[in-house]
Nanobody, 122 residues
Framework: VQLQASGGGLVQAGGSLRLFCAAS????????MGWFRQAPGKDREFVAA????????YYADSVKGRFTISRDNAKNTVYLQMNNLAPEDTAVYYC????????????????WGQGTQVTVSS
């Protein structure tokens, strides 16, 4: 599976952005999907995941109540709605397709998309 992330940009604190991750192939619905992020000088960290079978979701504590992950299997797309953004959300955001469900760990075979930059100004 190949992934293409988009939707990043520059936003003021308190603002919103919606990230998109488009997947190629006809087996998108079989994958669990996740969003991860990496800030400058820091390790990549888990943000959110959505199960491919029952659409249950899992969030990092730092984004609970502000971010929402969703998917549209008919469009082979996963979304990350980010509200009430803060400067500490600034990072490159990556989507990933996962063959196993074990959040926050990217488990099984993991396919990464290229990142999209999100910058939140104070």
């Amino acid at each position: 599976v190949q992934l293409q992330a988009s939707g990043g940009g520059l936003v003021q604190a308190g603002g919103s952005l919606r990230l998109f991750c488009a997947a190629s192939g006809r087996t998108f619905s079989r994958y669990h999907m996740g969003w991860f992020r990496q800030a400058p000088g820091k390790d990549r960290e888990f943000v959110a995941a959505i199960n491919g079978g029952d659409f249950r979701t899992y969030y990092a504590d730092s984004v609970k109540g502000r971010f929402t992950i969703s998917r549209d299997n008919a469009k082979n797309t996963v979304y990350l709605q980010m509200n009430n953004l803060a400067p500490e959300d600034t990072a490159v955001y990556y989507c990933a397709a996962l063959t196993e469900w074990d959040p926050p760990i990217p488990a099984g075979d993991v396919y990464w998309g290229q990142g999209t930059q999100v910058t939140v100004s104070s």
